[in-house]
Each structure stands twice: as structure tokens, then as C-alpha cells.
């Protein structure tokens, strides 16, 4: 069974052309220090090709 | 349906054997909208458990839109449009059916539109009521959702109990109640047909808004709290590095939804 803790569930593939934003709501003391995440494990079908975010500098929403 | 890591969406995720157009999960129950196969078009809600077998179906009315469960995973909605899709909410004329289900059994607990709707005190029902777009609070009975009459939008905050829906706020499209349950990130209508909408957070104790200054186009979804600071949402293809601090996530993705 795959670890879902602390995952994100997406409707996808590679022919979608579109992707995730992601974006500040408010001012934020940043992004908060992590414990070494699970791992999810392929459950079936094949890998599908990801990006990863980057650091977001903390800025007002106004 | 796929997964991700969310402290490390470059790792390898997994692939589920789910199809799915939108998805909502939490507390170990998931829904899947999807359309199934054959000539004509039809749309199921597939539940699933948290290892991602198939259980109850619900057939669907219409092309799937949104759909949330609750934290507590007692209650999912759906939202179909039941006409009006090729322009989706942006349309002049459209028709959406929201619906309860339990989550445990699939069964259909209402249709929003059997909920009786007050408005400064006062009952408020006409013909071209419709519901879409429901976020669900910690406690399971208590729901936000969008209504549209006579050319507005509003805000509805409902109590699934009491069969109760109460008009708070005007002009707000697909809302989203952040984990903490203190403000909702939603849709609101800014322009014209072409650009018609701008994120915009409400904070629910002063009832004050403020628009999102991470993203400056037009977006046409429900979004999803990624933290109490953070919001995730789909878009098509574009730099969104020029108009604020959003950041590609995830890449050929959409409808996404933290497992917390």
C-alpha cells in the first residue's frame, strides 16, 4: 500500500499541458524546516515526469 | 490519478490505476469524477480507500466540475455542469448540480438546491439558483459554497444538518476554507469574458479580502491549500514567473489535492 501521508494526489499526464502553481496567500515567516519525506512508492503505470518547486520569497498578498 | 511528495516533488511518484479528471480525498476516502467510455458521454464519481480500490459509483448528471470531501471524510460534493460546459463558469447561461453524498456508502445525502437559503434575515429562493464549488469545514457540518442568481455571485455558508444555507458575501466563485478553517482563498469576477476572474483570500473573522499577489491571471479553478500560507492550483502553460512569487509545482498536472 502507498504512504499517503504528507503526498499530493494529481489528475495527470503527459499530455497535459499544464501544471501546479503554487503561491504565497500572506506574508510568511517561510518555509518551515522539513523531516525527510516518505517516499511514495509506484504503485502502477509508469514514472511521470515532475518539476520541483522553489524557495518563494515571503511577499504581502496587498 | 498520480501522487507526489510534497517536500520533494522531484522524487519519482507513484502512478495509480485510477483515471480521473478531478479527485478529493481525505480521511482515507477519495472521490474520482471521471467520464466513461462509449459513444456517449457519461460521468461516474468512482470512491476509493486509501490504497486506491475502486468501491462505490454514483453516476453523474453532467460533466464534472468540482468536488470536495470532508476533513473528517463523512461527506463528499460534487458538482457537475449539466449544461454550459464549453464555456464552464464563464459563461453567460449554465446550469450546475451540486450533491451530498456519505461517504461511507456512496449514498446521496441532498441536492444543494433542497437546502432552504436565507439573505438578510429573509428566505431567498428563485428559479435560476445555482450551487457549485463546495469546501467543507473541520467539523463536517458546516460547508461554503458558491451561488448564482439573477447575474451574482455569492458566498453560502451552510449547515448540512439543518438543511440550512445562509448568503455572506457577494461575488465570490469556488471558495476554499484553509486548513486553520480562518480565511478562504476563492474566484473573484474582476472582467471581462476573457480574463473574468483574479484569486482573492477572504479572512472569515474580519471579513476582509485581499487579492493574491502571487497570481495575476485568470484562473478558472478551486483551489487548494497547500499550508495555511500556501495555495496550489492548476494552470495551463504559461511563465508564472513574471507576474509574481507562484512557482511551478508540479509539471502536466491538475486537480490537486494534499493529503494531510
Known amino acids: 500500500m502507498p504512504r499517503l501521508n504528507r503526498t499530493v494526489l494529481v489528475s495527470g499526464g503527459l499530455a497535459l499541458a499544464a501544471f501546479l502553481a503554487i503561491g504565497f496567500t500572506l506574508a510568511s515567516p517561510g518555509r518551515r524546516a522539513a523531516p525527510a519525506p516518505p517516499r511514495p512508492e509506484p504503485v502502477a503505470g509508469g514514472d511521470v515526469a515532475a518539476s520541483g518547486t522553489q524557495d518563494l520569497a515571503p511577499t504581502r498578498a496587498d | 490519478m498520480s501522487l507526489a511528495s510534497i517536500e520533494d516533488p522531484d522524487a519519482p511518484f507513484g502512478v495509480t490505476n485510477l483515471e480521473c479528471d478531478r479527485i478529493a480525498y481525505a480521511a482515507g476516502r477519495g472521490i474520482c469524477l471521471r467520464e466513461t467510455g462509449g459513444l456517449l458521454s457519461r460521468f461516474e464519481a468512482v470512491l476509493f480507500d486509501s490504497a486506491f480500490r475502486p468501491g462505490a459509483t454514483v453516476k453523474l448528471d453532467g460533466n464534472p466540475s468540482r468536488t470536495r470531501i470532508s476533513p473528517d471524510g463523512r461527506f463528499g460534493a460534487i458538482t457537475v455542469f449539466l449544461t454550459g460546459q464549453a464555456h464552464g463558469y464563464a459563461s453567460a447561461s449554465f446550469s450546475t448540480k451540486t450533491t451530498l453524498l456519505e461517504m461511507s456508502s456512496g449514498t446521496v445525502v441532498s441536492d444543494l438546491e433542497q437546502f432552504q437559503t436565507w439573505r438578510d434575515g429573509e428566505k431567498f429562493s428563485a428559479a435560476d439558483f445555482n450551487f457549485w464549488g463546495v469546501t467543507f469545514a473541520r467539523d463536517s457540518n458546516t460547508l461554503y459554497a458558491s451561488l448564482w442568481s439573477a447575474k451574482k455571485t455569492y458566498l453560502v455558508g451552510g449547515d448540512v444538518a439543518a438543511r440550512k444555507l445562509t448568503v455572506l458575501r457577494e461575488n465570490v466563485e469556488c471558495p476554499s476554507l484553509s486548513p486553520d478553517n480562518r480565511r478562504i482563498a476563492f474566484k473573484k469576477r474582476v472582467g471581462g469574458d476573457l480574463a473574468p476572474w483574479r484569486f482573492y483570500v477572504l479572512d472569515l473573522a474580519t471579513m476582509t ?52
Open chain 2, 209 to 260: 479580502e485581499h487579492p493574491l499577489a502571487a497570481e495575476a491571471r485568470s484562473i478558472d479553478d478551486q483551489i487548494e491549500w497547500f499550508d495555511d500560507s500556501h495555495v496550489l492550483y492548476g494552470a495551463s502553460r504559461g511563465p508564472v514567473d513574471a507576474g509574481g512569487p507562484a512557482r511551478a509545482f508540479l509539471l502536466q498536472a491538475t486537480s490537486p489535492i494534499v493529503v494531510r
